[in-house]
């Protein structure tokens, strides 16, 4: 109930529409009264006193009641209809922007299909109950009360009689409601596996197409979809027991109802036309009883759904994102303090981690895979915090200051280079809305993307395609980099920003990457030992602790760990120091 009541309250948002819609419900079920009034009029007056000039007027009532009530209900529906939407576009809205605010941590242990699957399903099933649901059992209870009063008017006697069935029904009803939650909460559940496994394989489409598994993926697929189909069977197969044993009941009150009226009738307890006017009335008392089906479907269903979408919105927010200290002057002097950070139920991927660098110092970090250089630029972005020690900037510690003013002053260029599947300009406009076009080309230029740029069918206005599918991964990555050269932010962090590069294309954007990272401090993660020779300190990490750190010069003099680092690496890569 506290989740139907918190579904209830986004109908406040919009009290005009629901009023005026609850107002249309109350005149059009109050209408359903017409037709068995006039059949009672038909036969106890028309009929019996033999008034044939009440014919016509009597008839012309029913039909104007009629076409009156299903005007309502058209107007109605229109109302409900735009209200739905309206919203279902709020909810999806608070939803995504809940989302925007979740740490990156959230998103590592739920899956991006499942996500959509939330917004883009759950959303309307939850609406679905405060419009469908919430609107018809409330109008569906109105027409009830409104025929049971009809009918107590008219027998008391034969109302008690009609409502027999009633106790039976409702402990049905009842319990099937109980009973298909949990059914409906694993088929909404197998769907959005299933919608997680779809898109994984549409994002992977071109690694199971190189590795020839379309058999294997398909089967996996296959397996999820029969999940889906067994899960939701399960609570068909319920429901072709459920209800035709409610609607057994109900119409076998027909039956008590006509025979206890006709025996009334013969005795001279009852009017004809009373009797009448019951079989008529008894069809607009049990219609409510009918849509219990179709409505507890949306209630539980609704209900499932909500409570996977309040779950993501009853997750605390990333923590200082837009609260903290906001420095109005950045020098750049980074320190990490004996850092140690683990990801969930893994080996610790830094280990008491000391390290300084100094406005406008390059510091490289170097070491084997998985030595925790990307994991260093994920604690300094606040992606993820610090199980121990701190960072501190200018002397502030890190979790003191706001997350989105210490990300505004950061320039990210990743080796996962992602465009979003828009036009390349709005691409570049995420790092600085105002941009000229003159900025923009100067950018792709010093990134040597501006001939690639400028060949493409629409230049600036190319669409980049689903992750930038229409380039190349080192036209990604240049594009990647002009984004960062756009923003000019006063501290970078390349995380093998040059790793899809050729030989030649890679010594232009070096040089474009010394001019940019000229005053300002930068950090360096490269495999790619010859790029990082001229940085002011290397750190040398393994298995996340420092080992060694110093100048180029200073630890090939060591012949350590990066020495031997700098053998491998140049006899995989022979090239020239840049």
Known sequence: ????????????????????????????????????????????????????????????????????????????????????LKLTHLVRVELYAKLQRLPVKWFDSNASGEIMSRVADDVPAMDRVMIEGVDQALAALLQFLIVMGFMLYHSWELTLVTLLPLPFIGLIASWW???????????????????????DNLSGIRQIKAYTVEPKALATFDKASRKVGEKHLTVMRGQAIVWPAVSFIAESGIILMVAFGAHWALTGKLT???????????????????????????????????????????????????????????????????????YAGDAPAISDLSLEAKPGETIALVGATGAGKSTVLNL??????????????????????????????????????????????????????DATEAELWAALQAANAADFVRASPDGLDTLAGERGGRFSGGEKQRLSIARALLKNPPLLLLDEATSALDNR???????????????????VIA??????????????????????????AELIARNGAYARLCEASFALDPRPPA
């Not at 058209?74 to 409900?80: A, G, I, P, Q, W």
């Not at 992602?418 to 406009?429: A, K, M, Q, S």
Request: aromatic residues 8%; positive net charge; contains cysteine.
């Open 1 to 84: 109930m506290s989740v139907l009541a918190r579904i209830l309250r986004h109908t406040y948002r919009f009290p005009l529409l629901s009023t005026l819609s609850l107002l249309l419900a109350v005149t059009c079920t109050a209408l359903v009264l017409v037709l068995p009034g006039v059949t009672l009029r038909f036969i106890d007056v028309i009929m019996a006193k033999h008034r044939p000039d009440l014919i016509l007027s009597t008839a012309a009532l029913g039909i104007g009641a009629i076409l009156a009530r299903q005007f309502l209900f058209t107007l109605r529906s229109y109302l409900n209809n735009g209200l739905e």
């Open 177 to 199: 409601a109980r009973r298909s939650e949990p059914m409906w909460r694993a088929s909404s559940e197998a769907s959005s596996a299933l919608n997680a496994i779809l898109h």
């Open 272 to 342: 004809p036309g009373v009797v009448i006017s019951f079989l008529v009335a008894w069809g607009f008392l049990f219609d409510p009883i009918s849509r219990i089906n179709p409505l507890s479907q949306i209630f539980t269903r609704g209900i499932v759904a909500a409570k996977r979408v309040f779950q993501i919105i009853d997750t605390p927010d990333e923590s200082h994102l837009t609260e903290g200290e906001r420095p109005a002057v950045f020098h750049g002097h980074v320190r990490f303090e004996k850092v140690c950070f683990h």
């Open 380 to 433: 300094f972005t606040r992606f993820y915090e610090p199980t121990a020690g701190r960072i501190l900037i200018d002397g502030i510690p890190l979790a003191d200051v706001s997350k989105e003013w210490l990300r505004d002053q950061l320039g990210y260029v990743t080796q996962e280079t992602f465009l979003f599947n828009t036009t390349l300009r709005e691409n570049l406009l995420l790092a600085k809305h």
């Open 505 to 523: 294309t890679e010594r232009l954007v070096q040089q474009a990457l010394e001019n940019l990272r000229a005053d300002r401090t930068c950090f």
């Open 527 to 552: 495999h790619r030992l010859s790029t990082v020779q001229q940085a002011d300190r290397i750190c040398v990490l393994d298995h996340g602790r420092l080992i060694e750190e110093g100048s180029h």
